[in-house]
Structure formats: structure tokens, C-alpha cells
């Protein structure tokens, strides 16, 4: 089966590679196609598969809950490989790259918490908030995590004294180091 999948990946063109220890298709230097051999049956996943029209509805998502774009198709026999559906399907997932039809990742978007402390300040200096404002998330999120890591609350004054001329400035905490 891997044999046979693996002639008709190469004989449309796409390019070779390993990748996670399996085979993986490339078009135009983008993973298109992987290939590999389980307990139970060989797959072929999709990375962009969730494009594809899958009017067979033969791919499956294997990860629910954690991929949105990739899709797998099983084979637990070779009788179950017909080829001009794979060569299909490939073709649709060449046309898809080839125009940009692409599904990125979500970002994990953790809300911002500022310490009181810092909120304080911020809430009672306008200039100060409007800086802190304009600062990278990351830089927003630097600052506040070195403060909520100090146990007393003398220390949190003391960083958030040291850190109120850094944001004034719009320098990150580690700016200095990058």
C-alpha cells in the first residue's frame, strides 16, 4: 500500500521529503501530503484537507479538537485504494495551495492580567496608561508577570518604580537584552 500511494504522490509532481520520521509531499516548498504506516492501516493526511470538497467523504479528522486543517485518509487494505480518487483529491490540494486556500492555526489568546498594584498606577496616570497602552502585548505581559512574581508587597513597588520609566519610554523589560 505504501508502495502504491507512494508512486502516485511522486508521479504527480509533488517533491520528497521526511519530516516527523515519515515521508512528506511538498508543493512549491509547502507541505502537501504525508504519508505513513500504522497498526492498522496506512494514511495519507492532508495538511490543508479541510479545503478540499471531500465529496467521497472519505478523510476523517483524526485529532479533533486539536487541528482544523489537517485531514486523514485510512486505507486498511490495498482493495481500498482507488487511484484516481487520491490522484483527485492531490490535484484538488495543488490547485488549493497553488491559490493561497490555506487555514493557519488560532492563536491561544490569553487575556491580559494586570496585578492591582499596576492597575492602580495605570488608572491613576493617564500618560502612563496611554504608553502602557501602545506597548506589545508581549511587553504588556512581561511587565505584568514581573510583578505578580514578587511575593511582598514592598517588592511589587519596587519593580513597579523601576518599570514606570521603561514604559514612559516604551522600552520593553528586557529590551536591553534582545
Known sequence: MLVLLRGVLLNLGLEETIKWSSPV??????????LGAFKNYVGLWFFQGATLKDASKFLINAQEGKTT?????RFSSINEIHVSYVIAYVQEAIQNQHEGKVILPKK?????????ELAKILQDDAQLLKHF??????????????????????TKLARISKIVPMILE???LNDAYR
Not at 486543517?69 to 485518509?73: F, I, L, V
Not at 491561544?108 to 492591582?116: D, Q, T
Not at 497602552?133 to 514592598?154: H, N, P, T, V, W
Open 170 to 172: 516604551s522600552k520593553g
Open 69 to 73: 486543517a489537517m485531514r486523514q485518509w
Open 133 to 154: 497602552e501602545e506597548l506589545s502585548m508581549f511587553q504588556k505581559r512581561e511587565f505584568c508577570a514581573y510583578i505578580s512574581e514578587a511575593k511582598r508587597d514592598s
Open 25 to 34: 509531499y511538498m508543493y512549491q516548498g509547502k507541505n502537501l501530503v504525508g
Open 108 to 116: 491561544n489568546v490569553k487575556p491580559l492580567l494586570i496585578p492591582k
